[in-house]
């Protein structure tokens, strides 16, 4: 029965040898290439950004002594560094260029960069950017569909962990005000 749908080994084999230099993107990678390098990029962006404000939160809160909300903002700051980079290794893997470029960074960026005056306000505002995040990553998700599954599944594994980020403010939130 798996003849029925599935392609014949001299095809496969004849398709493979085509275009080598596609590497990981064979004649079979269905999603549309453009769209998922630019969707990428800004999702890198998101992420730089999201680095750079939750560094800027970490020294500020560690210079108002709150010790525990530095300690969640630097770990968060170090999630996103490390999808930052997943995110640039997938699209050199398909044959595109991951834009580290700081001219634009804030405007190809889905969350903003907001630094905040008190600790509620910076705790606020990476909530949101994580919501925002959230969103983004679930709406890449569902255009990807089967057509990209690797992709996919990489940004099914981020979206977890923002989703994770989301939850940990929400609950730093609720004991401030306690
Ligand atoms: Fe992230
Ligand atoms: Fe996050």
């Given at each position: 029965m798996a003849g029925a749908f599935l392609s014949d080994i001299q095809t496969l084999r004849k398709r493979a040898r085509e275009h080598?230099?596609?590497?990981?993107?064979?004649?079979?990678?269905?999603?549309?290439?453009?769209?998922?390098?630019?969707?990428?990029?800004?999702?890198?962006a998101t992420e730089i950004v999201c680095v750079l404000r939750y560094k800027r939160h970490y020294f500020m809160a560690k210079g108002i002594h709150a010790e525990g909300v530095a300690a969640e903002f630097l770990e968060h700051a170090t999630d996103e560094q490390a999808h930052a980079d997943q995110i640039a290794a997938r699209i050199t893997q398909l044959g595109g260029e991951p834009n580290f470029s700081p001219d634009g960074l804030t405007t190809?960026?889905?969350?903003?960069?907001?630094?905040?005056?008190?600790?509620?306000?910076?705790?606020?505002?990476?909530?949101?950017?994580?919501?925002?995040?959230?969103?983004?990553?679930?709406?890449?998700?569902?255009?990807?569909?089967?057509?990209?599954?690797?992709?996919?599944?990489?940004?099914?594994?981020?979206?977890?962990?923002?989703?994770?980020?989301?939850?940990?403010?929400?609950?730093?939130?609720?004991?401030?005000?306690?």
């Open positions: 080598i230099a596609q590497g990981a993107v064979t004649p079979g990678y269905h999603a549309d290439r453009d769209v998922v390098l630019r969707l990428l990029n800004e999702a890198l190809r960026s889905h969350a903003e960069y907001v630094e905040g005056e008190t600790l509620e306000d910076m705790i606020r505002e990476d909530l949101v950017a994580e919501r925002i995040a959230i969103d983004s990553y679930r709406e890449m998700i569902g255009y990807l569909g089967d057509a990209d599954s690797t992709t996919r599944r990489m940004l099914e594994e981020i979206l977890a962990k923002e989703e994770e980020h989301a939850d940990d403010l929400a609950n730093i939130i609720e004991d401030l005000g306690h």
